[in-house]
């Protein structure tokens, strides 16, 4: 089957010859003969979810044939046991670690998929209205509270640019540079575009 090369990274160990959820670029090659759904939106900057077996050197994408709907709740049943730990994204000990989160990993990406994951994000930042989120790359999630300052937010929206721009991880899959809203029941309501780049630029002067 096709390969995509999953970069190492902290957590559970993904199991050998499981189904998992796997995102790919709206433009993925192979989106016409394999299994996927779309995630939030149909617009040319949505990631898609396809279905992937995992083996010891590669990712083994199921085709539409294969799939069905038992199998993709299996795949989120095996993300869940492969469950990332969210850390803080800088490490200053200030704000910034208060209002912003980071997980990496094989499927670090996916696990936006899974409430459990959502809901301890929520539970670290306290907030009452939600938090941001970006998927830029597949190893890597980043969070940032919806409560935070705008110069917090400002952090935010330069890293998720730089992971997605390849300034960071640049082997690993690109996914999309759409900003996710989650609110505080857990449930992504809403995909934003990012910021334009003078506003970031501004935010970062603060």
Known sequence: GAGAGAGAGAGALLAEAEIYPCFQPNDWALRETCSHSLFVGRGAGFPVVALARRSAKSIEFLKRTE??????????????????????????????????????????????????????????????????????????????????????????YYLAEEFYRGEFQQKTTKLTNLLFLCDPNNTIVAALPPPPRVVRDAYLKL
Do not use: M, Y
Not at 110 to 122: G, N
């Open 67 to 156: 799939a069905s709907a038992s199998l993709r709740g299996e795949a989120v049943r095996n993300l869940r046991k492969a469950r990332k730990e969210w850390r803080p994204a800088v490490g200053d000990g200030g704000d910034l670690d208060r209002h912003l989160l980071f997980a990496a990993g094989d499927f670090a990406a996916e696990q936006i998929l899974d409430t459990a994951f959502l809901e301890d994000a929520q539970r670290k930042f306290a907030s009452t209205s939600g938090f941001l989120l970006a998927i830029p790359r597949r190893n890597s999630i980043l969070a940032c509270s919806n409560d935070a300052d705008d110069d917090v937010k400002a952090v935010f």
